[in-house]
């Protein structure tokens, strides 16, 4: 095993549609290779007679379905990695679940893979999911494909069955841009053609499935690509010393080599390579080194290093490939958190350009991304990142996304090219600034965002306020809903995705207001947790004040000032939160009023008190 670890590695794939021999196949590549202990061998046999599918004989499926959840239901879920080597070469395979429901695990497993062996089930050919993972593998830069139509005893080793699914998949796949599409007609169960020719399929003069993994060309050179160097840590262990740790993605370095820093432009030359052995005349893509520099130039976690000759691209907006992972639907406009590199920033969809039809290649409008889904969008980062398109380089180029309120990883991104502003827009700075506009009228500028169900009482209590606020001579202005949609936000409904925009939109105005040294009261539903977040990102440390105006929806039906809940409820006016669509309570707002047996008088009172705490004189 030792030596055969030294051979040549392969990382591969298996995926395809759910039951379509995955697993089985990996266990017979495992159990062929003589890599099974027999403890493990007679565990398995155990388990097969509990959990297995293949009546009195082993379930070879059982060595990589580890989890009970994928035993009792004869599926995979996880991503299960597996090593084992031949003679001629070493190999790390990724068993992928095929249903829908998993698809990010799949994209997990081919992320780092160089080949994927498509299973194909002969009974039932090319299925919406094996176009899936095809387009998946193809937006993540895998080129050669092994299509393994499997279960061919299944259909009698049926010659025709096999060419007309050959014929189906690489009609589908003609437009991917793979390098290399190899069918192969195999049983898993059996071991026809996985790792010895099998006399049922005499029409059949390929190589089996082994052979050709075995001998297929997968190499990449990433040493003679352009040089990047994604700093992972900042290694400062004493006061004499100060290197920057990380793996490098591409290239090779040497002391003495001329490097930027791709973010600021800073030159400087490398000093040392060192690495654990010690210091180092070379180092190339792949290897873990820290680097020391010979300058005391700026660099942190996230730079990433290069030559000045061959940097990456450093931008704040870029158009993307997007496979969507989260069951809540991706909207324009709504704030996630993007890691790219060892980099987190916020981050946001501005436009999806199009959505993929999976099945037939073609671009579709779109206003969301729905789980599962392929769009090409264009972003927004919090930040200018250094990147590379994704197909020059998959180390720079890939990003996530994740909801910044359950931290799940909810899309897979792969850069195209970076959106060029136009070079005459620039930022002005102006001499009077917020401060100075605050002074003039003794405010401090601040947003009291109202938010609660219609008929809350929302703008009745900001209305209050402000007749408060403008007695003691504070400059101040009221952003209402339904006022808003009268003008700025007059072309939007409200489906989630409008809802989205019509706050984005609003509040980039209190932004400016805020600037103004105006105090705003904003009077909005605004349902999304995640949209009243982004507004508090624009602003300032204690700029946003949350006020959950909390009325029980008995008492917002009762009152039901504009009538309403009643056209809602009898089905006249569609998307009206709290009966068929959702609103999201704030967890934590700065002031949380219940309004249930109390005048709006005091209410605003409990309003105002929380702004003279805050600092504002009224």
């Not at 387009?135 to 299944?154: E, F, P, T």
């Not at 910044?404 to 502003?421: E, Q, S, V």
């Not at 070079?423 to 965002?449: C, M, Y």
């Not at 909005?524 to 004040?545: H, K, N, T, Y």
Request: hydrophobic share 40%.
């Amino acid at each position: 095993m030792a030596a055969r670890a030294q051979h040549e590695l392969l990382r591969f794939l298996t995926c395809g549609s759910v039951d379509d021999g995955k697993s089985t196949l990996i266990g017979r590549l495992l159990y062929d290779s003589q890599l099974i202990f027999e403890d493990t061998l007679a565990a398995v046999a155990r388990d097969s007679r509990k959990h297995g599918t293949t009546g009195e004989d082993i379930d070879l499926a059982l060595l990589v379905d580890g989890l009970e959840a994928e035993r009792q239901q004869g599926i995979t879920i996880d991503v299960a990695y597996r090593f084992f080597a031949t003679p001629r070469r070493s190999f790390i395979v990724a068993d992928t679940p095929g249903h829908e429901q998993y698809t990010r695990n799949m994209a997990t497993g081919a992320s780092n893979a160089s080949l994927a062996v498509i299973l194909i089930d002969a009974r039932k050919g090319v299925l919406t999911q094996t176009r899936r993972h095809s387009y998946i593998c193809s937006l993540l830069g895998i080129r050669d494909i092994v299509v393994a139509v499997n279960k061919i005893d299944l259909v009698n080793f049926d010659e025709a069955t096999f060419e007309r699914i050959v014929g189906d998949y690489v009609t589908f796949a003609a437009e991917l841009g793979f390098r290399s599409i190899v069918p192969i007609p195999i049983s898993a169960r059996f071991g026809d053609n996985v790792t010895a020719k099998s006399g049922n399929t005499p029409w059949y003069h390929g190589p089996t499935l082994l052979a050709h993994l075995e001998g297929v060309d997968v190499s990449q050179d990433l040493s003679a690509k352009p040089f990047r160097f994604p700093v992972q840590w900042v290694n400062r262990p004493n006061l004499d010393f100060r290197g920057f740790a990380g793996t490098i993605a591409s290239g090779t370095v040497a002391p003495g080599d001329q490097v930027v820093v791709a973010a600021s432009g800073k030159a400087t030359r490398v000093a040392r390579i060192v690495a654990a052995e010690g210091d180092l005349d070379r180092a190339e893509a792949g290897q873990a080194v820290t680097l020391t520099l010979a300058d005391e130039v700026d660099v942190a976690r996230g730079d990433v290093l290069a030559r000045p000759a061959e940097r990456p691209a450093v931008a704040d907006q870029f158009a993307a490939h997007l496979l969507w992972m989260d069951e809540e639907p991706m909207l324009p406009g709504r704030g996630y958190l993007m890691r790219i590199g060892n980099v987190w920033t916020p981050c946001s969809v501005t436009s999806i350009r199009h959505r993929v039809d999976v099945n037939t290649l073609e671009q579709h409008a779109a206003r969301r991304l729905a789980l599962n889904e392929i769009g090409f969008c264009n972003f927004s980062a919090g930040q200018a990142v250094p990147f590379d398109p994704y197909e020059e380089n998959r180390a720079t180029g890939a990003f996530i996304l994740v909801d910044r309120f359950t931290n799940r990883t909810a899309g897979a991104g792969m850069i195209a090219y970076p959106l060029r502003r136009a070079s005459n827009i620039h930022q002005e700075h102006f001499t009077i600034d917020k401060a100075s506009r605050a002074a003039l009228t003794g405010n401090r500028p601040i947003v009291l965002w109202f938010t609660g169900l219609s008929g809350s009482g929302k703008s009745t209590i900001a209305n209050i306020v402000e007749q408060a606020l403008h007695r003691a001579g504070r400059a101040t202005y009221a952003l209402d809903g339904d006022n808003i949609r009268h003008g700025l936000c007059r072309d939007l409904g409200f489906t989630a995705e409008d809802r989205v925009e019509n706050i984005r939109r609003v509040g980039e105005v209190a932004k400016l207001m805020v600037d103004a040294g105006m105090i705003v009261m904003c009077s909005f539903i605004s349902p999304f947790r995640a949209e009243r977040r982004m507004v508090r990102d624009l602003l300032g440390a204690g700029e946003f004040v949350e006020v959950f105006v909390d009325t029980p929806i008995e008492d917002c039906i009762a009152r039901d000032p504009k009538g309403l809940y009643a056209k809602a409820q009898a089905g006249q006016i569609k998307n009206f939160t709290g009966i068929d669509s959702p609103y999201e309570p704030p967890e934590a707002p700065e002031l949380h009023i219940r309004t249930a047996g109390r005048a709006p008088e005091d209410c605003a009172a409990e309003v105002l008190e929380k702004l003279r705490a805050a600092g504002v004189r009224c």
